[in-house]
């Protein structure tokens, strides 16, 4: 096998009865929608490549419009990557023998090199992937393209796709399985790694050493067959702010409480399927931080964060993008979730031979996150598995 289609053994899937497919699902759940690229990175008539759950993927654009197909000619097997081949519009070449697919369906056309060969029936082709643009970025379907395809808003937060939203993006590889993303993402103790940042100054935030729930639930679960699926966290009456650490009784760590003047941000945190947080206003009062965390293979995903603002003019747009680019990047994007990625490549290494999946010490803080597990093994729509990167 591969890099990315790694079993986990069955014995460790038995003790998880309760997020089984969770923890199956090492390379991702098929049949959602994942942001993969930045619409930027597909040129007219040019190509860009991805991998999406473990699948190669190869993208063109075509009359403005995104196509996408797997990278993997069906004659040897070589990527046709390694040589890109359009000689007509609307087709790609195998640089290896010549064979031609349509870029629209995979259907292998032609074989350059033998012109008359009976392989080309209209019955043969590679897998072709549906794509959708919104907010900048490229998502594509990863499952079956002859199924009933969702609407695009089934598998995004809710608001990300509104009509005054304006979005601006980061797309980033790291070196962490994607689940990693998915828990530091909503963990609402894992704010302990971020009590010394410099967005907590430069914007004026209140920023506990974590939240703990008290005797009531602090969530509510979205389930629903019209919608985005996912766990809200909400920061209310039902949340402990720690403005004080201790060891033994002694006191060791205190960061401000004081919220006179403070930006008291954020109120909800929420996870949505397939694997997308929203931050809920961050990092500032007018702003809010949507997050995908996109399974590359076992051991990487794709960390896409974006940032809206409501701008219902382009000079509002244009506002946003500037202190975006002169602020937000820098310190919320690289300075405030930098230590988020690398605590998911050290939890990496602490899951790394699967075993830790039974082994973990969760408490009551983590109850979110074990809400989330248990939904999505429920509502997921299958487990990208090796057989289906072979079929």
Known sequence: MTQGEEMVDPAILDRVRGWRDYVEAKIGFRNHWYPILQSDDVKEGATATATLCGERLIFTRID???QCLRDKCLHRGVRFSHKPECHKK???????????????????????????????????GVRSFAVEEAKGLVFVYMG???????????????????????????????????????????????????????????????????????????????????????????????????FEGKIEGETVLTVPSDIE???????????????????????????TQFEWYVPIDA?????????????????????????????????????FNGPDIWAREAAEEGYADDHHWIDEALFE?????????????????????PEHLRS
């Open 64 to 66: 403005g419009a995104v």
């Open 365 to 385: 803080a983590d109850e979110n996150i074990i809400a989330f597990r248990r939904l999505i093994s429920k509502r997921n729509q299958g487990v990208q598995r």
């Open 90 to 124: 609307g087709s790609l070449t195998c640089w290896y023998h010549g064979y031609s697919y349509r870029w629209s369906d995979g259907v292998l056309t032609d074989v350059i090199a033998a012109p008359n060969t009976r392989i080309v029936d209209g019955n043969r």
């Open 261 to 287: 003047g403070k930006n008291l941000v954020p109120s909800t945190i929420s996870m949505w399927l397939p694997c997308a947080l929203k931050v809920d206003p961050w990092p500032d009062p007018a702003t």
């Open 144 to 242: 079956d393209r002859d199924t009933n395809l969702p609407a695009l808003s089934r598998d995004v937060p809710p608001g990300f796709l509104d009509d005054d939203l304006h979005v601006q993006s980061k797309l980033r590889v790291v070196n962490s399985n994607w689940r990693h993303g998915v828990e530091n993402g909503f963990d609402t103790t894992h704010i302990y790694i971020h009590r010394e940042s410099r967005l907590i100054q430069e914007n004026n935030l209140v920023l506990p050493l974590g939240f703990a729930p008290s005797e009531h639930k602090s969530f509510t679960i979205v389930d629903s067959d019209e919608g985005p699926i996912g766990v809200v966290e909400e920061y209310g009456p039902h949340v402990i702010p720690a």
């Open 299 to 335: 051991t990487r995903h794709l960390y896409v964060q974006t940032l809206g603002a409501k701008a219902a003019t382009d000079a509002e747009k244009r506002a946003f993008e500037h202190e975006y680019h002169n602020r937000w990047e820098f310190y919320a994007f690289d300075e």
